[in-house]
């Protein structure tokens, strides 16, 4: 029997269907032989239904263990316990009760812990794989990455991620020496920066963009994300549902080093990369901010514009950088110095309406107005729940 086997952990609060929609999902994934533990941890919401639908849950696989807290941690608090289990578990796979899991999940995430175990780059392994840039609220598609199945990201995962023992003490280590202060943390997404204190999501971003470490993430993903109604989301949403892996395959893998899929925190692809590809920008120092978040006064930036620049390439290909990385010349794209762009030229109506364009077709004025409406919903149920 193996006893070293990933220890899975599901999170669960106050909603009780999708705990157990959650644990049904990973009933039906395959295991290899030997004592696969599942430990449900849940918060105390002063509701008995989560406990009931844990206690009478059947798994099969091996131990089960459920951790009813008597006090209320907090989401926060909550996942730092969580990941506090590696102390005894070793290896876990956090999964919070809004997502479904492949049928492989595990057999992927055990293969990733394995094959970047000892890379001192990872900080984690992600289930989850990314079709949205959260910050520019827009969609992402990473480029393709030779033979391997896997990209990175400086951007920590919360809907599905796997750490090993020394991925977690190495975030505890930072944890205890920084604090939970990050405003001296550079470089750090507008949005991220402005989460409520309750997420240990943007202390586990701040922690790895601080000492440049990066998760691994799949392009297939093996978790998806429901968007109940709870502490993320004050209505359902589908926004962050996307496609999960149906059959087995043999998962290949790289090293960061020699990977050509690298992104920041805000889902730009890394100078290197495009350096990797196209040699007339290997001799500049420059920036990456095709989706335009990053605010930049000074330096060379690669980014959206219709100024002439050093040079110049075509908004035509998707991803973005693409265009940059084929040396497809035109306009749209320029790597230009930062000096001679204007203050907001990024994020004029002009050019968000063009880039919003460049991704999708420009709805009806009805669509318009049942989107208004929806906000408006959220922004109501919103106030009404502080």
């Not at 032989?33 to 059947?58: C, H, K, T, W, Y």
């Not at 175990?117 to 609220?137: C, K, M, R, W």
């Not at 990473?142 to 920590?156: I, K, R």
């Not at 908004?315 to 010349?329: C, N, V």
Request: proline content about 5%; aromatic content about 12%; overall charge negative.
């Amino acid at each position: 029997m193996n006893s070293n086997l990933p220890t899975i952990i599901a999170i669960g609060y106050n909603r009780p269907d999708s705990l157990l929609r959650l644990l049904g999902s990973l009933r039906k994934a395959h295991y290899p032989p030997g004592n696969v533990r599942l430990v449900i941890s849940l918060d105390n919401s002063g509701m008995d239904e989560p406990r009931q639908v844990a206690e009478a849950f059947d798994w099969p696989f091996g131990e089960k263990r459920v951790i009813a807290h008597q006090q209320r941690l907090g989401l926060r608090n909550h996942v730092l316990s969580c990941g506090d289990l590696t102390e005894e578990y070793g290896e876990v796979i956090v999964l919070e009760d809004d997502l479904f899991v492949s049928p492989f999940f595990y057999e992927y995430t055990s293969r990733a812990l394995t094959y970047y175990a000892e890379d001192p780059l990872v900080a984690g392994i992600s289930l989850y794989g990314h079709q949205f840039n959260q910050t520019a609220n827009l969609p992402f598609m990473p480029v393709d990455n030779g033979n391997a199945d896997v990209y990175f990201m400086q951007l920590a995962a919360s809907w599905g991620q796997a750490w090993s023992r020394a991925h977690w003490i190495g975030f505890r280590h930072w944890l205890e020496q920084h604090g939970t202060d990050i405003s001296d943390v550079d470089d750090i997404p507008h949005d991220i920066r402005g989460w409520p204190e309750s997420s240990w999501l943007k202390l586990y971003n701040a922690y790895i963009i601080t000492l440049d470490k990066f998760f691994v993430y799949p392009y297939r993903s093996l978790t998806t994300n429901f968007g109940d109604p709870g502490q993320h989301f004050h209505i359902a949403s589908s926004r962050f549902q996307v496609p999960i892996q149906q059959q087995s395959m043999d998962y290949r893998f790289v090293s960061l080093q020699d990977s050509l899929a690298v992104y920041d925190a805000y889902c730009e692809v890394l100078p290197s990369s495009l350096k990797k590809q196209n040699a007339r920008l290997a001799g500049h120092d420059f920036t990456v901010n095709l989706y335009g978040s990053k605010e930049r006064t000074s330096g060379l930036q690669l980014t959206r514009t219709t100024r002439t620049g050093v040079m110049n390439f075509s908004l035509s290909m998707k991803p973005m950088e693409l265009s940059a990385m084929h040396d497809l010349e035109g306009t749209g794209i320029a790597l230009i110095d930062s000096a001679d762009l204007a203050g907001d030229q990024i994020n004029t109506p002009r050019t968000e309406y063009d880039m919003y364009r460049f991704f999708y077709k420009f709805p009806s004025p009805q669509v318009i107005l049942l989107g208004f409406r929806e906000r408006l919903q959220i922004l109501l149920r919103s106030s009404r729940s502080k």
